[in-house]
């Protein structure tokens, strides 16, 4: 499905992004992962290998979404060594407490920085390259994007601001043959939160309580979100952009009872 396609997954060291490298390779893909910790990205690099019909090393980048040099090597590695560009997707973000009275100016540019500036410039800088390849770009936002949440604010905003940068770019790009959707999972199993600001005792009593915060009664998996990205990036959705989906298990549609 993605033979001699090249794919750029950014937060690919673990997590949704992770798992979408892998599910790609299974489809053949030829890959370009990047992220910050080096060891992860090899095994995640690995498993793709292990996994690809063809046998296929994703090539992999070591990069810092909020330092613009290393974003620049991004594009430029990718094109020097496949000369191409078929798939974007803009996976790499952080998660941070906080409200309006305890988040700092700080943490509030680390947060944009990283999930909202750092996907505008890699996009920026491989629209062109996309244009060519006539490609899809994916942006791995939240429900958090679509609905409010307290004590989650420069988050909330982020992602926010993720879905309407999805849409508008959809209208600008979609003359040119080059489609951009977003995922937006709820609560996924992948210890992002626990990172964020839990322990482990309260990570678990947060996983039991999606019983009642989302309609299937459970959290998601990193898979799931995977496969609604795959799908966006198929020809199965050549009709499809400045699209938001949530991968929530109904989260979005629900209200306090």
Known sequence: MFTDKVILITG???GIGAETAVEFSKYEGTLVLTGR???NLENVAKQCKDISPKGLK???IIADMTKE???ENIIKSTIDKFSRLDVLVNNAGILEAGTIETTSLEQ???LMNTNVRGPYHLTM???PHLIKSKGSIINVSSVTG???FPNVLAYCMSKSALDQFTRCVALELAPKGVRVNAVNPGVITTGIHMKSSMNEQQYQE???KCAESHALGRPGNAKEVASAIIFFASDGASNITGATLPVDGGRHAMCPR
């Open 12 to 14: 690919a060291s673990s």
């Open 58 to 60: 994703p090539l992999i």
């Open 125 to 127: 800088l491989a629209t």
């Open 146 to 148: 679509m609905r409010s």
């Open 37 to 39: 910790n080096k060891d």
């Open 69 to 71: 040099s290393d974003v």
């Open 108 to 110: 509030y540019d680390r």
């Open 206 to 208: 947060f996983l039991k």
